[in-house]
């Protein structure tokens, strides 16, 4: 049965999440054991009332006991329930502090994740992980766990119960009672289903995952008047999903069907055997006759009682799943945290032979890169899509740590410095998601959650938000976002910048969004940002090359690697890679003019 080796570990896994509590879990355990015991008891008091009926028919005035064993059954059953509702009670305090433990412990630990981390694995994965377990683990201990300790009891007092009036009928009800039990066995502690239940599960995640991208990239399907079919990986993971339902649903079908024919037998066994015994029913005694009727009225409920045990097994792959899931988050490696954080006296940013690699790729996507941004200056990095500007950004707020080489602020490594010092010392507007469902004033806040609102206009009106303060109904309180006011790139980035301006970090890293839909917005986003830029350390990742022409140093990346460095008049006069760019793009401006004069 279920009580193999590995629901013993289960058990110590689900314990150890309770903690001080997990005596709870025990004691459930031990009342509802108990509480099967008893509910078999009023069976051999009702056994007696038929007993006693049989003897003394027809003068049923002179039965003396029905009385008394009528109320010490209902005194047992009262009893049994009350070990029940107990247990229950125990289990369930047990539970709700494991299912909030695995929930604190998984938050805990996601938290000290690398930020990059969550692009990576997917923060819709992260929450359903989490969510989806403490949930699975909840109802179990909850639940099924101390049913499952009244279902080892309860086959024991079965048996007891059985051999205890005739043991010829006990042997008629146990051959198909044991066959039953045999066939569930096969289902239940089958190594190859918990392992097919850990697919079954990851395809019920893959579905649930590829549904959240559908529902995500439906706009793009359409703008491009591409068919349901675009979406190729969702319908995999359908039918995946279909496959192994329906593969689980064919490899149940047989067993359960001999399971639940078994578990009804016993009746028919039992008349087959009465009628061996002696030779014809009407043909015995009145003491085998109450005999007969104790099991004719017991091997119903044996059946009952074999599902419920059945059922009560079954869950138990769904926790041990959910709780490797939840294994497999915490040994995610998190950013080592210094014990004692240093904060830098000197705002000079320096990337020295920087290499580094996603995780599960092997080709650097910046390679041995060398950069020195210093406080009061602008440092822009141009370049191709996909030379890894973005990511130099998100090494420099330590979104990941390098592999190679040394990211420093003011000469202290970033990893002696701390997450939550970087936090302090910089602002990163990014290129695109930059703002949170929420209103206006609290996406600005952000920056600095004791901010006053009239400091928050402050900062909208230096970051040139005026126009965008100006169509919010309810001013500062209304809703931008999904279900709001709905605000341009141009517009987000402006609000991003806001945010930074109220922040008033010393160290500033821009990620300028691909593109603006009208010059005006871009002019005002430059603005906003010159604002932002004065006097701190700047790093600007640009598209358009007009914005990094004052900048105090030009760094040309490519292939994560630095190309050419200086001012604009150095670089136009080497006549190199950024040159070219910059002929491109005045190319390329020209056309626009051309293209409006027409
Ligand atoms: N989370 C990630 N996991 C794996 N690879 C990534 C990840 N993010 C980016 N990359 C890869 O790293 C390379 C550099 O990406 P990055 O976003 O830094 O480019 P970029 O220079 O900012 O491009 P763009 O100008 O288009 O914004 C790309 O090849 C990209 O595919
Ligand atoms: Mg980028």
């Known amino acids: 049965m279920e009580k193999s080796s590995k629901s013993g570990s289960r058990l110590d896994r689900l314990a150890a999440y309770a903690g001080p509590y997990r005596w709870l879990t025990y004691a459930a355990l031990v009342m509802s054991a108990v509480s099967a015991a008893l509910s078999v008891v009023p069976y051999y008091y009702i056994w007696r009332i038929l007993d006693e009926v049989l003897a003394v028919y027809p003068d049923l005035e002179s039965a003396s006991g029905i009385v008394h064993n009528g109320w010490m059954a209902l005194a047992f059953t009262v009893l049994s329930i009350a070990f029940y509702i107990a247990a229950l009670m125990c289990s369930h305090k047990a539970a709700f502090r494991i299912s909030k433990n695995i929930k604190k412990r998984a938050l805990d630990h996601v938290l000290g994740l690398p930020p990059g981390a969550f692009d990576m694995i997917g923060s819709g994965k992260v929450r359903r992980t989490i969510v ?67 697919i079954y599960q990851t395809a019920l995640g893959d579905m649930n995952r590829e549904a959240v991208e559908y529902v995500r990239g439906v706009s793009v399907v359409k703008t491009f008047q591409q068919s349901v079919h675009t979406f190729q990986r969702f319908k995999d993971a359908i039918m995946r999903y279909g496959k ?78 959910g709780l490797d899931r939840i294994d497999e988050l915490l040994a995610m490696e998190q950013l080592p945290e210094p014990s004692e954080p240093r904060m830098p006296e000197d705002m000079t940013v320096r990337f020295e032979n920087v290499t580094f690699s996603y995780p599960g790729t092997a080709a650097p996507v910046v390679d041995s890169l060398c950069l020195t941004m210093r406080p009061g200056t602008v440092t822009a990095l141009v370049g191709p899509s996909g030379s890894g500007k973005s990511t130099v950004a998100s090494l420099a707020s330590r979104f990941w740590d390098p592999q190679g080489g040394s990211i420093s602020i003011g000469g202290v490594d970033l990893r002696e410095i701390g997450s939550a010092n970087i936090a302090r010392l910089e602002s990163y507007v990014f290129q695109s998601n930059s703002l949170i469902k929420g209103t206006l004033l609290d996406n600005v806040r952000l920056g600095r959650p004791d901010a006053t609102p009239e400091q928050v206009a402050d900062a909208l009106r230096e970051a040139r938000c005026d126009d965008i303060v100006a169509k919010m109904p309810d001013g500062l309180d209304t809703v931008i976002g999904p279900g709001g006011v709905y605000l341009s790139g141009g517009e987000t980035q402006r609000v991003a910048i806001a945010r930074a301006i109220l922040k008033g970090s010393p160290i500033v890293i821009l990620d300028e969004a691909t593109a603006f839909a009208d010059p005006e ?54 006549d190199g890679e950024y040159r070219r760019m910059w002929d491109d793009y005045q190319r390329s401006l020209s056309w626009r003019v051309a293209g409006v004069a027409q």
């Open 244 to 321: 192994f339902a329906s593969e689980y649903a064919r490899w149940c079908r047989g067993r359960m069907v001999a399971f639940v024919v078994l578990c009804n037998l016993a009746f028919a066994f039992l008349i087959l055997a009465a009628m061996a015994i002696n030779g014809g029913i009407e043909a015995a005694d009145p003491g085998f006759l109450s005999d007969f009727l104790f099991y004719v009225i017991f091997s119903p409920l044996v059946a009952i009682l074999m599902m419920r045990i059945m059922y009560s097994s079954e869950d138990g792959y769904k926790v041990d799943d």
């Open 521 to 574: 917005n871009e002019h005002l986003v430059q603005q906003a940002f010159e604002r932002l830029a004065e006097n701190r350390t700047v790093l600007i990742i640009a598209h358009r090359l007009t914005t990094v022409r004052d900048a105090d140093c030009i760094c040309v990346v490519d292939g994560g690697r630095i190309r050419e460095t200086g001012t604009h008049a150095e670089l136009m006069k080497e």
């Open 132 to 198: 989806d377990s403490a949930e699975a683990t909840h109802t179990y201990a909850a639940h099924q766990l101390p049913d499952l300790a009244g279902s080892v009891v309860l086959p024991i007092a079965i048996i007891v119960m059985l051999f205890f009036f005739d043991w010829r009928l006990g042997i008629a009800c146990i051959i198909p009672i044991a066959s039953s039990m045999a066939v569930m066995y096969t289902m239940m502690g089958n190594k190859a289903l918990s392992e097919f239940m850990g």
